[in-house]
């Protein structure tokens, strides 16, 4: 299609030269306002859960070949005049709509395999809980122990409370160190260096458990963030484009 109107463009040579106000500019203007209006349709398609107008893949598919075709109809529409009004940020809303969708997609299939949870792993809660259990055990061994044995623990342990300031510090979720826990080992009593093995083993699973939950938590993070670019460009893309479209036929 895009070839066949590549090819009307060029053969076209109407009076005062190519532009949007022509036969064929108004032409590809009308089919390139369907297919804008196509794209916005399938945030409800997805929605619509029961119906058989097609498979959700097939419509993403569409969805992602038609605006890409879009960045290069509504330049031929144009005649390629741009310049700094209503119509050119029409465009550039909807460029930058289109690429976001690009990259959203892209994101999807490269990062959603990724999570635990969607092949039928831990969700996100459980392995909270998990985390939780793990510090009322480390708890438990710690009681009536000496000053030696709390220093060690607190030495490895770590707070984890899950939330963007964990994310951002994913770093404090650190393996313990086996030399320095040998190290620190030998200044227990005897009695105490079986539970301090195991106070060790319980911060090793509890770092284990909490890389897991910021792994999932920052492709899940990815995975929507571009929503956040994505959604409000596409409204204020329709809503330039009804202004371009009124602006043209009020001028006209």
């Given at each position: 299609?895009?070839?066949?109107?590549?090819?009307?463009?060029?053969?076209?040579?109407?009076i005062?030269g190519?532009?949007?106000?022509?036969?064929?500019?108004?032409?590809y203007?009308?089919?390139?306002?369907?297919?804008?209006?196509?794209?916005?349709?399938?945030?409800?398609?997805?929605?619509?859960?029961?119906?058989?107008?097609?498979?959700?893949?097939?419509?993403?598919?569409?969805?992602?070949?038609?605006?890409?075709?879009l960045?290069?109809?509504?330049?031929?529409?144009?005649?390629?005049?741009?310049?700094?009004n209503?119509?050119?940020?029409?465009?550039?809303?909807?460029?930058?709509?289109?690429?976001?969708?690009?990259?959203?997609?892209?994101?999807?299939?490269?990062?959603?395999?990724?999570?635990?949870?969607?092949?039928?792993?831990?969700?996100?809660?459980?392995?909270?809980?998990?985390?939780?259990?793990?510090?009322?055990?480390?708890?438990?061994?710690?009681?009536?122990?000496?000053?030696?044995?709390?220093?060690?623990?607190?030495?490895?342990?770590?707070?984890f409370?899950?939330?963007?300031?964990?994310?951002?510090?994913?770093?404090?979720?650190?393996?313990v160190?086996?030399?320095?826990?040998?190290?620190?080992?030998?200044?227990?009593?005897?009695?105490?260096?079986?539970?301090?093995?195991?106070?060790?083993?319980?911060i090793?699973?509890?770092?284990?458990?909490?890389?897991?939950?910021?792994?999932?938590?920052?492709?899940?993070?990815?995975?929507?963030?571009?929503?956040?670019?994505?959604?409000?460009?596409?409204?204020?893309?329709?809503?330039?484009?009804?202004?371009?479209?009124?602006?043209?036929?009020?001028?006209?």
């Amino acid at each position: 299609m895009l070839v066949v109107c590549s090819i009307g463009y060029i053969i076209n040579d109407p009076i005062g030269g190519r532009n949007g106000g022509t036969a064929l500019g108004y032409t590809y203007g009308i089919v390139a306002t369907v297919g804008i209006v196509w794209l916005m349709a399938f945030g409800l398609r997805k929605r619509a859960y029961s119906s058989t107008l097609g498979t959700l893949e097939g419509w993403l598919a569409a969805h992602v070949w038609i605006g890409i075709g879009l960045l290069f109809l509504v330049p031929l529409h144009a005649g390629f005049s741009f310049g700094c009004n209503v119509h050119t940020l029409a465009y550039v809303l909807m460029v930058i709509t289109i690429v976001t969708g690009i990259w959203g997609a892209m994101n999807y299939g490269r990062l959603s395999s990724k999570i635990e949870s969607h092949r039928g792993g831990s969700k996100g809660r459980a392995i909270i809980e998990q985390v939780q259990s793990l510090d009322r055990d480390l708890e438990s061994l710690i009681t009536k122990k000496s000053d030696a044995f709390l220093s060690l623990v607190k030495r490895f342990d770590f707070r984890f409370e899950p939330g963007l300031i964990a994310l951002l510090n994913a770093q404090s979720a650190t393996a313990v160190d086996a030399k320095q826990a040998a190290e620190a080992m030998l200044s227990l009593p005897e009695d105490e260096r079986e539970d301090a093995v195991s106070a060790l083993g319980l911060i090793d699973q509890k770092v284990d458990l909490s890389r897991d939950i910021l792994r999932e938590s920052y492709i899940k993070m990815l995975l929507r963030v571009w929503l956040f670019i994505h959604v409000p460009v596409s409204v204020a893309l329709c809503g330039a484009l009804a202004i371009h479209i009124f602006s043209v036929f009020y001028m006209w």
